[in-house]
């Protein structure tokens, strides 16, 4: 691929891994933030002290606040801001944007209130933009050191999915394409709600079969909605879905995971996310969740369960007692709906 400019909006941890990637593909980086003294610091120091320390950025990657700067004769923008921002963000730079511009979502939430996911905002604030959504399995901090990394590059249209592949993929990075937005979209944005519960069993105290268990069940309330929503279920048994949650329930860079060790461990909301300092989607994802399981009919009850422990102020130890407790059911959604597989009488 000849070389591209590429604008990253947000300079926080994964828009500064993403900036180090495209600049080792070869293309001409810009990274646009909101902060002037951020943006001297990362300029001056070349590493971002605040989100990815000990990372040192190349001289080439240039930082900027300018809008109109950083969007000037772009080919690609990549939304790298926390969901629950990105429209507003949209809003700031929208008079700079141009309709060949591809918009690349790196974010993963839905948005509270409109239950809008990412490629919805991008639809009404931005009329007629190419959109495609890049996700899977991917720590920042590892990302930014080079570790070998697999993601997945959705778009409904093939040339879009191919072309987001080839500015991102490289030696370490290994890029998958999918047609499947609704899924990769949901997969990325509910499973950061799963995390933060298997964080919450960590902090408590709780052990590696509560982990697998709330992976395993979390995949599948997942899916149910993915499929209600139109979601290919493949989806779900990929990069975007099974991948993601995985690495999101067991890594310690995980800020989901380590957001819901501090819960577990008896600090309140406000307290953890002060620790954590960067954004924790589970938390303002899970709001969006509740109410597109309520709104589709199907049941997501380890969402349902960090829903009520975050809203309704419902204890750790009630939550679990009530998780564990339902009505007894049938692994397999075939065989609770009646269909397939036939059991033996006795
Ligand atoms: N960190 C990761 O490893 C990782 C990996 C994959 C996906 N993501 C996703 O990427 C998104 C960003 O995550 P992050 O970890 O980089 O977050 P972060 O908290 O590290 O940084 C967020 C950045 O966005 C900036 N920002 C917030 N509102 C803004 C606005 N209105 N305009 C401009 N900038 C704004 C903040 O100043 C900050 O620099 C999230 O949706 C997250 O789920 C993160
Ligand atoms: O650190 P988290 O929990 O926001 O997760 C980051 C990425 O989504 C992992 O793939």
Redesign the pocket.
């Given at each position: 691929m000849e070389p591209k400019t590429i604008t990253v909006?947000?300079?926080?941890?994964?828009?500064t891994a993403l900036g180090t990637v495209l600049h080792s593909n070869g293309h001409r980086t810009r990274l646009w933030?909101?902060?002037e003294q951020q943006a001297q610091e990362m300029i001056e120091q070349r590493t971002n002290q605040r989100?990815l320390p000990d990372v040192q950025l190349a001289r080439e990657i240039e930082m900027m606040t300018d809008p109109e700067r950083a969007l000037w004769k772009t080919d690609a923008v990549v939304l790298?801001?926390?969901?629950q921002?990105v429209r507003?963000?949209l809003q700031?730079v929208n008079p700079y944007l141009s309709p060949t511009m591809l918009i690349i979502n790196?974010?993963?939430?839905i948005e509270k209130k409109s239950y809008c996911r990412i490629s919805q905002i991008v639809e009404e604030e931005v009329k007629g933009a190419s959109f495609a959504v890049l996700s899977g399995p991917?720590?920042?901090e590892e990302v930014a050191r080079c570790m070998p990394t697999t993601l997945v590059a959705a778009a409904r249209s093939k040339q879009i999915a191919e072309y987001t592949q080839d500015l991102f993929m490289n030696p370490y990075l290994r890029v998958y394409t999918n047609p499947d937005v609704v899924g990769v979209e949901l997969a990325g944005a509910l499973k950061?709600v799963i995390a933060f519960g298997a964080g919450i069993a960590d902090g408590i105290g709780y052990g590696d079969n509560s982990r697998a268990a709330l992976i395993t069940r979390g995949i599948a309330e997942i899916a149910r909605l993915g499929k209600q929503m139109g979601a290919s279920l493949n989806t779900f048994a990929g990069l975007a879905g099974i991948g993601d949650l995985i690495v999101t329930c067991t890594s310690m860079?995980s800020?989901n995971r380590r957001a819901g060790i501090l819960i577990g461990q008896g600090n309140s909301l406000e307290e953890t996310l002060a620790a954590i300092g960067?954004?924790v989607?589970g938390v303002f994802t899970a709001d969006a969740a509740y109410e597109l399981a309520l709104h589709h009919h199907v049941e997501m009850p380890i969402t349902t369960a960090i829903h009520n422990l975050l809203h309704c102020h419902q204890p750790v130890e009630q939550v679990v007692r009530e998780l564990m407790t339902r009505q007894r059911k049938h692994e397999m959604e075939e065989v609770a709906a009646g269909h397939m597989i036939e059991w033996l009488e006795k």
């Open positions: 909006l947000g300079a926080g941890s994964w828009g933030m909101r902060s989100y790298a801001i926390p969901t921002q507003v963000a700031t790196v974010a993963k939430g991917s720590h920042a950061n860079h800020r960067m954004v989607e």
